[in-house]
């Protein structure tokens, strides 16, 4: 079964943190690359973070460098994304995607680069 599980959203405050998870079945998550996207209500789904199967390469969206880390531990085949200075903006449904082959891709912030997605943790920033 291929599967990827997102968690750890919630409600928190303008300038708090959340630290969310995505954990996958071995066939989703190995020598893959991992994303993770984002979608507001009435807005395209938009890339957030990638990390490569290895670490070694690592891509945000502009919106949250400095501010989101991505990082993976793949003998737990887990994908996590720790978010500081949260920002209303930063509201949105957060997927967890994994990519389609063993190479990191050029396109890493194309939607259509990633074969399987988790259903999505709600991540509410107030002000």
């Known amino acids: 079964q291929v599967q990827l599980v997102e968690s750890g959203g919630g409600l928190v405050q303008a300038g708090g943190s959340l630290r969310l998870s995505c954990a996958a079945s071995?066939?989703?998550?190995?020598?893959?690359?991992m994303a993770w996207f984002r979608q507001a209500p009435g807005k395209e789904r938009e890339f957030v973070a990638a990390i490569s199967w290895s670490g070694g390469r690592i891509d945000y969206a502009d919106s949250v460098r400095g501010r989101f880390t991505i990082s993976r531990d793949n003998a737990k085949n887990t994908v996590y994304l720790q978010m500081s200075n949260l920002k209303p903006e930063d509201t949105a449904v957060y997927f967890c995607?994994?990519?389609?082959?063993?190479?990191?891709?050029?396109?890493?912030?194309?939607?259509?680069?990633?074969?399987?997605w988790g259903p999505g943790t709600q991540v509410t920033v107030s002000s």
């Open positions: 995607a994994a990519g389609r082959g063993t190479y990191y891709s050029g396109s890493y912030w194309q939607r259509g680069e990633y074969g399987y």
């Open positions: 071995r066939r989703a998550f190995s020598s893959r690359t």
